[in-house]
């Protein structure tokens, strides 16, 4: 009841029951329109120190460009000797491997990168046979034509734009020669130093990168600008490509004891400008669910998934086909890499939501994330779906002496800071840290690099100053974090001791302690006393009279809520209600409690945006979760179902009999004013 027609339409099934190839509108997948290339698979061109050659004929100089269809590679494992040399026709057990020394793998076909023309591959560098580090290399996220095909703007395998001549989205040559003992090669430093005093020095390395554009959990070809010059087919195929990597590791590695997933990039010479480490969470949950045994951690390096708007209008079509990303099973069934359209779609929900929701399937989960505040390529990717870098507030925007805000008037009339990257930021960190406490660790600084893993500096350094106890020195702290045991009750949910939060200051520090964030990094966001969450700060000559319209409400909502004597004074700088607070009951939606409280579903949406109670999707939203609501009283009801103010309703013209009553019994919940609960559902009036 209630819930979205859109996402909920009927999911068509195959003879198996499984869903078959269609979008969350229903609408078949099919093979894309395409660009006008040839429907006939052509061979990929296989890369050499003498550049691309035909697979039949290693000596011809061969190349193509975009392609509709997908070309045809064959398997292959190439490593240097003294020469890079590859051996066709066969993908090597890691058995077979010599210790310490990184083999490329190429799966072969159905494995490709994102223009169809460039054959995927990973690498393995075998040490230990008990413990693995997974990194997924970020290639960078793609959404249109520009992002995913004009050569000189796309985001799509970001990096291999700077391979000499290299036009198309491939793996980046940097990791086909990770064996040369060169200078800046990407594992000689952070995370992959061979030096003793690395924590991982010992692990076993597996690295899969994304040159898909899909954070590795695409399936699907896709045309964007179909029939125009810029018409470009992405092949998705990241879960495709991954799911090869993951399937050698797991064949190959039959006694692991522990897997530390690491989505990162870069090297220590070579800043990267790629995006979306963050997809590998939903791998995560597959290998949980295969290897329950295994003490599986997982680490997001600088890729906070702090979206504007538009990258989520921009995945309401699934492009990446996320709902068909499937891994093959031994026993002949299928994994589905992302859950099913009743509980998660990319289009709707965010990764604060993902992770709650691998934290209920899972109650072993926990995921690590770390990054700088100014990561540029973040900001970039934040501005370019929609976001700002300064959309001003005064509550957790960047409004210091020195930021983008210090000259900018605040309106009155409008709510600030609901695009703006500095408080989105810290929204998204303070509602992960309080909302899983006992499964989200991070790790915060100041500074503006991007994949702190890679580099040693970074690796080696504190979240504040030059000097710290060595437990908060990134490398212990994501080795702590990697090794932790989480320990379950009877119930089997956590027991206390698997924790550590982010935090905000000594002076309004309502979350637990952390080693591991910068401190005051995370400032600004008002949460007032205990758990109270609907607050803000008065601004200059600001009282209850001119804030009231920016909330959709009235002075005298605000009144009831704060208790002052005088509405029309208030001190600049204070705290102060903006809104009711309530919590969710059992059984209840958005479109009960908007209704109840005589206001549309969409303004309790806009009110609560960037706030630390923000609704992403509001048909997610769950028992106990905490909503601002800014009631309009001649249209709210009290428990029974009767108007509050029926005089006031006359009063605005309406007839109370025409006012539409929530269902017969259903429990209406309870509001939270200064922390009482009230029989009506809100605070009396003074």
């Known amino acids: ?86 051996h066709p026709d066969m993908i090597m057990p890691a058995a077979d491997m010599e210790m310490e020394k990184f083999y490329q793998i190429k799966p072969g076909s159905p494995a490709v990168c994102g223009h169809g023309n460039r054959e995927f591959s990973y ?32 985001t799509m395998a970001a990096d291999s734009m700077g391979d000499s001549g290299e036009l198309a989205p491939s793996v980046p040559k940097m990791f086909a020669r990770n064996a040369l003992p060169a200078a800046g090669a990407l594992t000689t430093s952070g995370i992959f130093d061979v030096n003793p005093e690395n924590p991982f020095y010992d692990w076993s390395i597996i690295i899969i990168p994304d040159c898909t554009g899909d954070m590795n959990l695409g399936n699907r070809s896709y045309t964007y600008n179909e029939g125009m010059p810029s018409c470009i087919t992405a092949h998705h195929k990241g879960a495709v490509n991954a799911g090869l990597a993951i399937d050698w590791m797991m064949h190959n590695f039959p006694s692991m004891t522990h897997i530390l997933m690491v989505g990162t990039g870069g090297t220590q010479n070579t800043p990267s400008k790629a995006y979306g480490a963050h997809g590998l969470g939903f791998w995560k949950g597959f290998l949980m669910e295969r290897l329950p045994l295994v003490n599986i951690r ?92 300064a959309d001003c507030c005064l509550d957790g925007c960047n409004n210091d002496d020195e930021g983008p805000c210090k000259d900018v008037p605040l309106s009155r009339d409008m709510l600030g800071g609901l695009l703006d990257w500095t408080k989105s930021r810290r929204v998204a960190m ?27 500096d970074s690796y080696n350094s504190c979240p504040d100053g030059d000097t710290c106890d060595s437990t908060k020195v990134l490398k212990h702290a994501v080795f702590s974090f990697a090794t932790s045991v989480t320990t379950l009750d009877q119930e089997g949910t956590v027991m206390p001791g698997f924790m550590s939060v982010a935090r905000t200051s000594a002076t309004n520090d309502p979350l637990p302690p952390t080693y591991f964030t910068c401190d005051g990094c995370l400032d600004g966001i008002i949460l007032g006393n205990g758990d109270e969450y609907c607050n803000a700060t008065m601004g200059r000559g600001e009282n ?91 249209r709210t009801m009290d428990q029974m179902g009767n108007p509050i103010c029926p005089s006031d309703a006359q009063r605005f013209g309406e007839n109370i009999a025409d006012m539409t009553q929530p269902e017969q019994g259903v429990d209406m919940g309870s509001m939270d004013g200064s922390g009482g609960t009230m029989d009506m559902g809100m605070e009396s009036s003074p």
Request: charged share 25%.
């Open 544 to 634: 209850l009279f001119t804030v009231a319209k920016k909330y959709g409400t009235d002075w005298m909502a605000l009144w009831s809520l704060n208790g002052d004597d005088t509405p029309e004074v208030r001190s600049r700088s204070t705290s102060y209600r903006f809104a009711h607070q309530y919590h969710v009951r059992a059984g209840e939606s958005m479109e009960m409690i908007a209704q109840r409280f005589g206001v549309a579903v969409e303004d309790v949406v806009h009110l609560n945006f960037n706030q630390f109670t923000h609704i992403q999707n509001p048909f997610r939203v769950k028992e106990g979760d905490p909503i601002c609501i800014a009631p309009v009283f001649h």
């Open 1 to 86: 009841e209630g819930e979205d027609e859109m996402m909920h339409e009927e999911v068509h099934m195959d003879d198996l029951g499984r869903p078959t190839n269609r979008n969350h509108q229903g609408e078949l997948y099919g093979p894309a329109m395409g660009c006008g290339w040839p429907k006939d698979p052509s061979p990929c061109p296989v890369w050499t120190d003498d550049g691309y050659m035909h697979p039949d004929n290693m000596a011809q100089k061969y190349d193509i460009s975009q392609q509709d269809v997908p070309c045809m590679s064959r398997p292959a494992t190439c490593e240097f000797q003294g020469t890079y040399n590859c």
């Open 298 to 389: 997982l680490v997001v390096d600088s890729s906070m998934a702090v979206f504007g708007p538009d990258f989520y209008q921009a995945m309401e079509r699934d492009p990446w086909g996320t709902l068909e990303s499937k891994v093959p099973m031994p026993n002949e069934e299928w994994f589905y890499l992302v859950p099913d359209l009743e509980e998660y779609f990319i289009g709707h929900d965010d990764q604060t939501y993902f992770y709650e929701l691998g934290a209920s399937y899972f109650a072993t989960a926990a995921f690590m994330e770390i990054s700088t505040t100014e990561d540029p390529v973040q900001k970039m990717t934040f501005e370019a779906t929609g976001g700002m870098m």
């Open 123 to 154: 690498l393995v560098k075998k040490r230990s046979m008990e413990k693995v580090l997974v990194v997924f290399g970020a290639g960078g996220i793609c959404w249109d034509a520009a992002t995913c095909g004009d050569p000189m703007m796309r």
């Open 430 to 456: 303070v509602r992960r840290s309080l909302r899983l406490p006992k499964h989200y660790w991070s790790w915060l600084t100041t500074g503006e690099r991007h994949f702190l893993l890679t580099n040693g």
